[in-house]
């Protein structure tokens, strides 16, 4: 379990756990057919992927969830994050997304240990 974020937008974050700051050239995989699948990429990239850099807000702090990575298995889902909601908590396509405030508490309270139980 690790976290993403925008130092350009989140200060100061506290967390005991893994944290890479994101840049522009940063993405997640989501194509089944290329090796990456489900893992971290840089663009240009010629399969598909999910942009982590973005103008709005919702991927400013992410949680990776580790979710479909030991073993990786193609089309079961890849980018399953805990990460920023939008303003009207619209639904996300298999994330969980909560309040910028409420996903900082997770991280400072979040160890390598936890386990997250989504159902």
């Known amino acids: ?68 990575n030991n073993p990786i298995i193609k089309n079961k889902g890849s980018a399953i994050f805990i990460h920023i909601a939008k303003k009207d908590y619209k639904s996300t396509e298999g994330c969980v997304a909560v309040s910028k405030k409420d996903l900082k508490k997770i991280a400072k309270e979040i160890e390598k240990k936890t386990i997250i139980n989504i159902s």
């Open 1 to 68: 379990m690790y976290i993403f974020f925008r130092k350009d937008r989140i200060s100061n974050l506290k967390t005991i756990i893994p944290k890479l700051s994101i840049n522009k050239n940063m993405g997640w995989c989501n194509d089944p057919k290329s090796k990456k699948y489900n893992k971290l990429i840089k663009f240009p990239y010629k399969y598909s992927a999910e942009k982590l850099y973005r103008a709005d807000n919702i991927y400013d702090l992410i949680l990776v969830l580790n979710y479909n």
